[in-house]
């Protein structure tokens, strides 16, 4: 076949699968070269990336994308890494603050999540089976799927509320402290009782 410009080659019909192999000149030494060693292990610049089928795989943990070339706003930047995404669910349990046990509905015992970055977002309703003299000014729900991060002058800290009923509501409010993995309803443990169905929503950053 004569030489031709690449600019006058048939438009390829199938996609390269990177096994093709090319001839390269390297310290005047033509050698063969696959499609996947012309980008394996190197950064790749580009304007825009469509991907049509598949998806974009991180390969190595603690990697995403990097936002770093937009601005940041007034308070202090820590980070503008979008390094982990993820959703599913998770089993809670029930437990007073002094004494006693509280007995989970194991058709209504899983709550769904979704974490973006270290932001994890929770949601659901639970109910409770059974109590058996629940005692404390508090009880918990447990089972979150991510521990609350420790972060500077407590800013870790979580607040949410707790929807409970019908009409009207009852809003209990609830805590997540650093390093918990458990959100501390501010309610007498002695208010739980079979039938007991409060609907969750709420965030936190996870360590």
């Known amino acids: 076949m004569a ?3 690449i600019s006058a080659l048939p438009a390829s019909t199938t996609p390269l699968a990177g096994t093709e192999v090319l001839p390269i000149v390297q310290s005047s030494t033509t050698k063969q070269v696959s499609v ?10 580009a304007t825009e990336i469509t991907v049509s089928t598949g998806n974009v795989i991180i390969g190595t943990s603690g990697k995403g994308i990097d ?7 007034s308070g202090t930047m820590t980070s503008e890494l979008l390094a982990d995404y993820e959703e599913g669910t998770f089993i809670v ?9 509280i007995t989970m509905d194991s058709a209504y015992q ?12 929770v949601t659901g309703e639970i109910v409770v089976a059974s109590v058996n003299v629940p005692v404390g000014t508090v009880y918990y729900i447990q089972g979150l799927p991510f521990t609350c991060a420790n972060l500077t002058q407590e800013s870790g800290t979580s607040g949410c509320s707790l929807i409970l009923g019908g009409s009207p509501f009852t809003v209990i409010p609830a805590t997540i402290g650093e390093g918990e993995t458990a959100i501390t309803v501010r309610q007498a443990a002695s208010t739980v009782a079979a039938n007991w169905n409060p609907r969750i929503n709420f965030s936190y950053f996870a360590a």
């Open 110 to 121: 899983t709550m769904a999540y979704t974490k973006i970055g270290r932001l994890v977002m």
């Open 67 to 73: 936002f770093a070339i937009t601005s940041s706003g």
């Open 3 to 5: 030489d031709s410009k």
């Open 36 to 45: 996947a060693n012309l980008t394996a292990g190197r950064a790749i610049s």
């Open 93 to 101: 349990t029930m437990a007073p603050g002094t004494s006693g046990t």
